[in-house]
């Protein structure tokens, strides 16, 4: 399989580049300033999701079967939500399967649980940009798969995956480099990013479209997330300070719990809970 990783410079491109070439695939990677180094052996290619032409001309250069879109444009909705209609234009110029990845911030939260079937109902600008995105590759290309999922973890800073931005947070607390608190009602079901980017390319190797959750088996509190970092990576928990989000912190759901039991009929890949890949051993 060819495959081209949009974003392939961001912690889950990364790895997703690692996993494909470890599975035999040859590989394809979008940069946006620099490529990185040491990612393993992928092709670079400068792109510029903000440009339709660029896209259609750098999905076409590879002549790939495969695009994957793991870009990470935050709430910068030129990026983040049309970026990802051009994505899906140029893959289907191509005529190349497209795999989406999207994000529980679609949700509000208030109703905790949300299957594959729920419509998006976002109270954030990023949340909403990443509603736009759904919609956007959704019309123009149907046959896509579109991956909503949660928090990213890794291995922590000596494992092979490196830091997520969440573990990178909970050591700058630890460590009193940065000041803020961990939030005891705002709950997530993390991932490790090793597991999606397994789950992102078994959608790409079978083709296989539609809406799919890749979230971690555990709902955890952000407080509780931090607590089980700093078990592994032995910190310091009792810097780590909890609060509330509805009482002190900034507007944005509370629970979100993707609940992925029609992606779990399809997949083989395993997600494990925080519980699990977090656990000191």
Request: glycine share 12%.
């Amino acid at each position: 399989m060819r495959v081209l990783v949009v974003g392939g410079g961001g912690f889950l491109g990364r790895t997703l580049v690692q996993a494909a070439a470890a599975r035999g695939c040859e590989v394809y990677a979008t940069y946006h300033s620099a490529p990185p180094r040491q990612v393993g052996p992928v092709r670079w290619l400068p792109a510029e999701l903000r440009d339709p032409d660029e896209m259609t001309a750098v999905v076409r250069k590879t002549g790939c079967d495969v695009v994957v879109n793991a870009a990470h444009g935050k709430a910068d909705w030129a990026v983040t939500a049309q970026g990802a209609v051009h994505v899906a234009a140029a893959a289907l110029a191509a005529q190349a399967h497209l795999v989406h990845v999207s994000s529980d911030a679609v949700f509000s939260g208030t109703e905790v649980s949300y299957g594959e079937e729920c419509w998006p109902d976002p109270v954030t600008v990023y949340g909403a940009a990443k509603a736009a995105a759904e919609t956007g590759v959704r019309a123009v290309m149907p046959s896509a798969a579109v991956v909503r999922t949660s928090l990213l973890v890794g291995d922590g800073p000596l494992g092979p995956a490196g830091m997520g931005a969440h573990e990178r947070l909970v050591h700058d607390l630890a460590s009193g480099a940065r000041s803020g608190r961990l939030f005891s009602d705002d709950v997530r079901c993390p991932v490790h990013v090793a597991d999606l980017a397994g789950a992102l390319l078994e959608l790409a190797e079978g083709r296989l479209g539609g809406m799919f959750h890749c979230a971690g088996a555990d709902a955890v509190s952000r407080l509780e997330f931090g607590q089980l970092v700093a078990a592994r990576d032995g910190l310091d928990a009792s810097r780590l300070i909890g609060d509330e989000r509805r009482v002190s912190g900034p507007p944005g759901p509370l629970e979100v719990r993707l609940v992925g039991q029609q992606t779990r009929r399809v997949l083989r890949t395993r997600l494990r809970g925080a519980r699990e890949f977090l656990a000191v051993e």
